[in-house]
């Protein structure tokens, strides 16, 4: 079926760290790939988005590259700030073709910047 | 610019009682979709409506029911709630089309069954 793993959490980093969270995803076809924010208290916001093979999506200083050879999206910031602290979601869309936006999340990642 | 709202933000039952969460959305959207949150599982597909009058089983639906009567309003119901049904439950809204279209969350509702 299809799935989405992700590095297990929390993690902890001091501001301007490098950061990677891993995601690796099984999936038949093509999916879209998402990577969704959560910050405390709220709902949670798409943060970056790829739909085929090579695509990088990026925002907010954030990106992610749709490698389909090892089936990846990781997420990646050169300089992670205290703002940044949030727990992050991997998801993928199964058939990008379809109008309603079903995904699958995975897990979600707790991100903790210290100052 | 109000998005979408979810009442009530926290609610506590008893098993075997029943409730109603509302979602509402201001954007027109015409999919809206109810999602529980647990740890270490993400999120899953509850249910979900492509339309007006339209529902749909998602990945975990049994216990659950929903109705979609008007356009910008999506209600998920328990009949009778048990403790497995403990969770933050997000709705969400998007518009059509095919392709890509980000989803639009609530900020939750914690539901804790006793």
């Known amino acids: 079926g299809n799935s989405v793993t992700q590095m297990e959490g929390p993690v902890t980093l001091s501001e301007e760290a490098f950061l990677t969270i891993n995601c690796t995803y099984t999936?038949?076809?093509?999916?879209?790939l998402f990577w969704y924010v959560q910050y405390p208290g709220e709902g949670l916001q798409l943060l970056l988005k790829?739909?085929?093979?090579?695509d990088k999506g990026s925002n907010k200083g954030f990106e992610a590259t749709y490698r389909k050879e090892t089936t990846s999206f990781h997420l990646e910031k050169g300089s992670v700030q205290v703002s940044d602290s949030a727990v992050y979601f991997c998801?993928?869309?199964?058939?990008?073709?379809?109008?309603?936006?079903?995904?699958?999340f995975g897990q979600g990642t707790r991100l903790t910047i210290n100052p | 610019n109000a998005g979408v709202t979810q009442t009530p933000k926290f609610r506590v039952l008893k098993t075997g009682q029943s409730m109603t969460l509302l979602c509402a959305q201001d954007?027109?959207?015409?999919?809206m979709y109810w999602y529980r949150q647990d740890p270490g599982m993400g999120l899953r597909l509850i249910h979900y409506?492509?339309?007006?009058?339209?529902?749909a089983k998602g990945e975990v639906p049994d216990g659950y029911n929903v109705s979609r009567l008007k356009k910008q309003n999506f209600l998920l119901g328990l009949e009778s709630a048990a403790p497995s049904q403990t969770s933050v439950y997000f709705c969400?809204?998007?518009?059509?089309?095919?392709?890509?279209?980000?989803?639009?969350f609530g900020n939750g509702t914690r539901l804790t069954v006793t």
């Open positions: 969400a809204s998007s518009s059509p089309g095919q392709g890509v279209s980000p989803l639009h």
């Open positions: 999936a038949t076809g093509y999916p879209s």
């Open positions: 790829a739909t085929k093979a090579d």
């Open positions: 998801a993928l869309k199964r058939d990008p073709f379809q109008g309603a936006q079903k995904l699958v």
């Open positions: 954007m027109n959207h015409e999919y």
């Open positions: 409506s492509v339309g007006e009058g339209t529902t």
